[in-house]
């Protein structure tokens, strides 16, 4: 039995992204610039301004330039047309169905749980493993069960000190392990495991993380901008960061975003925020839609979709193997 927890779980940052789930914000941004989405709209090939061919397509997609003097003589006409229709744009994108960002244990092929407890990163093979295959017993190559902690997937023996765990991390890092570099950014937010705190470079390795594709970096990203952790408290950017993290599947990030439509007064946004947190496995998600429901915002038909909905989550994380580390012990509860 390996209880190793080189993951989101063991730092202060992550932890506080999942156990909060909540959030404020007196402003709202229009989309997110530069976001590249597909269209077909773009049809005409000439230019909206002086009608020669076109080779520019405007952010909105409906028109094009062919040069930015032309762009810029035709925006006074164009400006709430384009806006409007990228901010359509922007909420395509962002209401779209995303993937898991944890995808599925490494050992037993079910969906990882969305709870922190429920998986588990290793640093010594970078493999995400569920906390029921994390607590059972670990056999060697005759059937014998090995009594010293150890990788359930690799066999390596678990770390024994902070060094230990700086020299795991680092090696994946060199791999361009995203987690481990994210996970690394955290130490260094909190001062963990022997690292000095450093605000500068927590964020440095949060957007190396982000970019290498890690949902949760991300929210991470928006986490600091929310909450003022070594940098001004700045609402719009942590906005801007927690969109980015839900549109690549990060589950709180997206309850975080249903709160701040819900504190807005925009009910409609809020459900679908919701809905698909709902799908992500936040518990939390479901009782914000429960409290909307009693206090006659939404209707039975919402509320019991997103009853049936969170129960086909709970049907493709529950296992047998899973209901038993979870009895056996709290830090591994699954849901």
Do not use: W
């Not at 002086?50 to 409906?62: Q, R, V, W």
């Not at 059972?136 to 190559?141: G, I, R, S, T």
């Not at 809020?270 to 496995?281: P, Q, T």
């Amino acid at each position: 039995m390996s209880n190793e927890k080189d993951g989101v779980c063991e730092n202060k940052l992550c932890n506080d992204l999942e156990a909060q789930c909540s959030m404020s914000s007196n402003g709202l941004t229009q989309g997110i610039g530069g976001l590249s989405i597909n269209n077909n709209n773009t049809d005409d090939i000439s230019c909206a301004n002086c009608g020669k061919e076109g080779s520019s397509a405007c952010e909105c997609k409906l028109v094009k330039y062919c040069n930015a003097a032309c762009k810029k003589k035709h925006q006074s006409k164009h400006k709430k047309q384009c806006e409007r229709r990228v901010a359509e744009l922007h909420d395509e994108e962002l209401f779209k169905e995303p993937p898991s960002q944890y995808g599925d244990c490494s050992i037993c092929f079910l969906r990882l749980p969305t709870l922190n407890t429920g998986r588990t990163y290793k640093s010594c093979c970078g493999k995400r493993i569920c906390s029921g295959c994390d607590y059972a017993p670990v056999y060697d190559n005759q059937g014998n069960e090995v009594v010293d902690k150890t990788c359930p997937f690799c066999r390596t023996p678990s770390r024994t000190s902070d060094e230990d765990m700086i020299k795991r991390r680092t090696r994946r890092m060199d791999m361009n392990d995203a987690h481990a570099i994210f996970n690394m950014g955290c130490d260094y937010m909190d001062g963990k495991h022997g690292l000095r705190q450093d605000y500068t470079k927590a964020l440095e390795l949060c957007h190396r993380a982000a970019k290498l594709g890690y949902a949760k970096a991300y929210a991470g990203i928006g986490y600091v901008y929310n909450n003022g952790r070594g940098v001004e408290i700045d609402k719009k950017k942590a906005r801007h960061y927690y969109e980015l993290a839900a549109m690549r599947g990060d589950e709180v990030a997206r309850y975080n975003l249903g709160n701040m439509e819900r504190q807005a007064g925009n009910i409609d946004r809020a459900l679908k925020h919701y809905m698909i947190a709902v799908r992500g496995g936040i518990s939390q998600s479901l009782e914000r839609v429960k409290a909307l429901y009693s206090d006659g915002y939404l209707t039975k038909d919402d509320y019991t979709k997103a009853l049936r909905t969170y129960q086909a989550y709970l049907g493709e994380i529950k296992s047998n193997q899973r209901d038993e580390a979870a009895a056996a012990d709290d830090h591994y509860r699954y849901y």
